[in-house]
């Protein structure tokens, strides 16, 4: 029986909020001397709420944009300034720059490890298995005279695979600076076995790069002593035994004259005071006679 009632009483508050948000006002501005009326309008709740939802959402839309693309935004609390975004992004640069070194070193330093070793480097392997069937490669015996000469054949023979660049120069064109002045006591002789040239000179003469090139191996040997292996352009790889000294590391660059090291007597199998001096092109010994005036 109540329930009516109820009903009633909820369509009139219901009503009664709709009158209140419709009911109309009026808004005047007097003047605070004459009391005289300046300026008057008429108002309801809900006007007055549609216009401020509409002021504050330009309001709001104003303050982004302005944030978003002026230099205001950087003096919100926590927003990075010009200089140190930049900063940030020279160092990202320089990091990544930083990372494809590393990548190229451990490639190199790897590369090198494998060829000392005795083995092929997989680089190498991946350019060339494409081209020529390794099977086919037949590597010729030598002797004791160099512990790591049948590694940098094998090492130049897997590099002569690779294709070359036009540019490649003939060697009667090359200049070739003399590693040592001094006396040949031993000339090359492939049918004995002596794939390079002795050289006597005076004590502490200092040894010199032929031409300019990377040094991929120095270090000390058991029958050689202290010996310097370069890599120079048009596959040409210059060698140096039974040092005193050695004056570089591998890895570096050098000139054609730079010193490299000085000569001594060092290994199981030098004789004397000399340099033992080999000149290899595409995996092939030279007579470093037929090139250079010693």
Known sequence: ????????????????????????????????STFQSVWSTRLTRLKVFTITS???????????????????????????????????????????SLENEIR???????????????????????????????DEIVFQEY???????????????NLSLQPFEEKSTSLSKIYFFTPVKGLVSE????????????????????????????IIFAGLTLETGNVVYIQHENNIISVYKHNAELLKNTGDKVKAGEAIAIIGNTGHLSYGSHLHFELWHNGIALNPELYIDF
């Open 104 to 134: 190229q070193r451990d490639v190199f330093f790897n590369t090198i490890k494998a060829i000392i070793g005795g083995e092929v480097p997989e680089d190498l392997i991946a350019d060339t298995s494409n081209s020529i069937d390794k």
């Open 187 to 214: 000339s090359f002789n492939a049918s004995a076995d002596h794939l390079g040239v002795d050289i006597v000179s005076d004590a502490n003469a200092r040894i010199s790069a032929v031409l300019d090139g990377t």
């Open 54 to 96: 509409l002021v504050s959402a330009v309001l709001v839309a104003t303050v982004i944009i302005l944030i978003a693309t002026t230099p205001l935004r950087e003096y919100i609390p926590g927003y990075p300034k010009k200089e140190y975004r930049q900063m940030l992004i020279n160092n990202a640069i320089l990091v990544d």
């Open 143 to 157: 002797n004791h005279d160099s512990v790591f000469q049948d590694k940098i054949v094998a090492e130049q023979l």
């Open 1 to 32: 029986m109540l329930l009516p009632n109820y009903v009633s009483v909820a369509k009139k508050s219901k009503n009664k909020f709709v009158d209140k948000l419709r009911g109309k006002y009026r808004l005047i501005i007097y003047n605070d």
